[in-house]
């Protein structure tokens, strides 16, 4: 959590985002829904854009939409929180 909400450098959060959107496993997105919940205006735009990153690159993350479909159930609130919000950036002009 400390890597994706690093307030110091805005690239540590977008590469650590990106690196665990690749992964794909819903234990790695689950960190990043829950720093989304967590995160402000500015830290949450570079979440953002690591997670962007990681969907473009060729062939995308395969079973992304279903592990936030997952977490979207999660028992935490917090959790549930941050993947709609991740949800909707795929909605959105972004991903």
Request: hydrophobic content about 50%; cysteine-free.
């Amino acid at each position: 959590m400390g890597l994706l909400l690093d307030v110091e450098d805005t690239v540590v959060p977008r590469q650590t985002a990106e690196a665990l959107t690749r992964v794909g496993a819903v234990v790695a997105i689950r960190l990043i829904a829950l720093a989304v919940a967590e995160a402000d205006d500015n830290q949450a735009d570079w979440l953002q854009t690591g997670v962007h990153d990681a969907l473009v690159r060729p062939g995308g993350v395969p079973g992304f939409a279903a592990a936030y479909g997952k977490l979207a159930r999660d028992p935490e609130e917090a959790v549930r929180r941050g993947a709609a919000d991740i949800l909707a950036w795929a909605d959105g002009p972004r991903i």
